[in-house]
């Protein structure tokens, strides 16, 4: 039988933290339990988003979709401690990785100027069974190569222009959904509780999405998500992480 990896303790010695997803509901359905512990502790977070999410809904033209998925996001971000949400303006569905987006994300590391960057699973499957999508993607490796952009004054010049100095500070990238998470957050029941009111806030996508009742839904998927970390952290719910080094 193959021994199961153990995941380690995510490192507690920071502050900040920004959190840069492709779309509204991209946190909730993956790590927004250890946010909600991270800011109950007095840390620092905030949310960048690429797009608005604008594609998905079906029943919803973009331009309706929107604005509804950016409220929801935004309230969702509030049940968990973060009031700074921002949104990048790149079109849902149709985002492209390269210099752009790199070059936005890295402004906003610069603005924000975080010891840990969190993102979401940028390999091509979710663990080899789904495919991914290019949003999710474009945006994981775009984060992971903006941690550097961030701290050299050279690429992107214009963002010193811009009033931007560098940031070198960003110690960590964690990427939330991985195959391969090296790392968790032991999830109390009070951060589950509100990962799955944060969730629920997505209640438009969410009844686009299944005809199952929302809140059966989240917390079963909720459940479930937190319960196979936990087997691997100590065997509470938890939230695990792929951790990369700086």
Known sequence: ???????????????RALAVVAHPDDLEYGCSAAIAQWTEAGREVAYVLATRGEAGIDTLAPAEAAPLREREQRASAAVVGVSVVEFLDHRDGVIEYGTALRRDIAAAIRRHRPE???TLNH???????AWNTPDHVAVGRATLDAAADAGNRWIFPELVEQGLEPW???RW??????????HA???????????VRSLLEHRAYIEALTDQDPETYVREFLTTVMGAAGERFGGGPAVAFELFGR
């Open 168 to 170: 070198n500070g960003v």
């Open 185 to 195: 957050v032991a999830a109390t029941e009070a951060a589950r509780e509100a990962a």
């Open 1 to 15: 039988m193959t021994e199961i990896t153990r995941l380690q303790p995510m490192p507690e010695d920071w502050t």
């Open 123 to 129: 390999r091509d499957t979710w663990d080899g069974v």
């Open 173 to 182: 990238v964690a990427v939330a959904g991985s195959a391969t998470p090296t």
């Open 116 to 118: 840990l960057v969190i």
